[in-house]
């Protein structure tokens, strides 16, 4: 969530026009996230979030909206996309699809404890669950042949010790891809910042612009990289048992599962690894923009390499 694109208020003023959510009182960009351009839109009625997609079509931006409001229909925690006086739920600004999502109660946060870990895992095997009769096909547009398109553009600008990890990971990451592991509609970016809280309980889950079709596990991995990681980058196993014992309580792990959640972890690892060393190096220009450190996955990649044997040189 940045801002790539400015709007002015007249513009945006006439752009509710096509809505019946009140006039425009204020504006604010919002500087959290790194792929869309986000405001805190107040009108006469009722805050929101107005997204601006930078870089995919209606079509697709239609695809995540739609998604979003069958989760809110299966009383799921998830924000009802606004739709338009036409029944649309984007339009066009700016030669950009964007869209008006109400704004939900609570705040992401910083630290995490066991507690927050097992809260996030019974969320996101509700989500699994309530995400499964949703019939139209996501694309995972950061699936292999983007790392590998990554991995060349970066060819040059790193370093030798960040391109061994990268090699490592790699090959673990192809091991799992080959699996015969359970699928559905997965989130892909939960991290602490798409995770709202309300008095220390879930009021929401959002973001879901990286949703894709995958394997559940690679979601478990991505939550727990980020959720249930200590400071150095190694697991940290209470949260993790955490994680998986709020998860099992809408869905069971399978035995398989377990056995290459080290794989799932790398995976995921290595995919925001990619993407962080790619914004990094080749930033887009916004008025406000955030970048995210990719030392952090840097070192959950060599702890989990480690621990699987695979050495990188210093």
Known sequence: MSVYTKITKDALSDHLENYSIGQLVEIEGISDGIENTNYLLTTTKNEYI???FENIDDSIADKYLNFM???HGEKFKCALVESTNTNQLSVSISNKPSAIIQKLEGKSISETDESHCESVGELLSEF???SSNFKTSLINTRDMAWKIKTIEKLNGSISKKQTEIINASLKLDKLITQQELP???IHADLFRDNVLFNNNTISGMIDFYYSC???LLYDIAVVANDWCTNNDGSINQKKIDKLFAGYEKNRKVEDKERE???FA???AGLRFYLSRLHDLHFPKIGEMTHIKDPSFFENILLKNLNS???IVSK
Request: no cysteine.
């Open 213 to 215: 079709d995958g394997f």
């Open 260 to 262: 290459y959640f080290p």
């Open 265 to 267: 972890l790398t995976s």
């Open 50 to 52: 107005f997204t601006i």
């Open 69 to 71: 409001n069958h989760l």
């Open 128 to 130: 699994h669950q309530k």
């Open 183 to 185: 699928k559905g509609k």
């Open 308 to 310: 699987m044997g695979t």
